[in-house]
């Protein structure tokens, strides 16, 4: 398995955000998570890509457990935040070498690299600009290049299309089902098209528990739309 989530758990303060939950996830499955907001879809993340620590239960990422073993866990992960901090002073390339030599990367294979991402991600006629400088569809497109960059086995991707225009939105859409060929996928979206456009199964949860883990032929065949599915599963 790519990613084994068991029983997760984790409390802020008196709030279960997440309330032991699991599901797991085959290599190369590209998979919605799906849940209203303040489900507990960024926590699950954070506490896979080691950004937050679970209150219980256990996470594995590329056979690692994200607690006693966070480094060679994070280093098989490329992840993309729901508010993705960039440096906006910087050039896209020069944050894609900045952010490459982060992961160990180095030299020519680096600047090869790098060149590679910025192709995958449409971003050749913006390369020369400074971040700061990029339309929002632009500026999540560095942040997916980012997140490629190392080549990780597993991406997690927190909403990586919010607030894009049509256009944007299909050209990114693009981006992940290429750079997904070969990797393990789980993403985060409010988006139901999102979800049939791209993935094999859609896991939906509704405050902190897994309400639906099946794939989207099996829902199909239930007669009932991911949409009608969603909203009787989290009102
Ligand atoms: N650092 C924190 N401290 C306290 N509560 C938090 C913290 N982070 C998240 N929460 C709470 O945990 C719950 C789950 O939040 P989370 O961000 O994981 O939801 P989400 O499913 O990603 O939501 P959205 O779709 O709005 O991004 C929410 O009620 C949120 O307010």
Known sequence: MSITVTNLTKVYGSQR???GISFSLKKGEIVGFLGP???????????LTGYLKPTDGAAR????DVVSQPMPARR???YLPEHNPLYLDMYVTEFLL?????????????????EEVIAMCGL???????????????????????????DPQVLILDEPT?????????EIREVIRTAGQDKTVLFSTHIMQEVEALCDRVIIINKGKVVNDSSLEDLRQSGRSLEETFRILTQ
């Open 61 to 64: 990422v590329s056979d690692f």
């Open 162 to 170: 919010t607030g894009l225009d049509p256009n944007q939105l299909q």
């Open 37 to 47: 907001n303040g489900a507990g879809k960024s926590t699950t993340m954070k506490i």
């Open 98 to 114: 900045f952010s490459g030599k982060l992961y160990g990367m180095s030299g020519a294979a680096l600047n090869a690299r790098v």
């Open 124 to 150: 050749i006629p913006e390369k020369r600009k400074k971040i700061g400088q990029l339309s929002k569809g632009y500026r999540q497109r560095v942040g997916l290049a980012q997140s490629f960059l190392h």
């Open 76 to 78: 098989s992960i490329g």
């Open 17 to 19: 955000a997440i309330d």
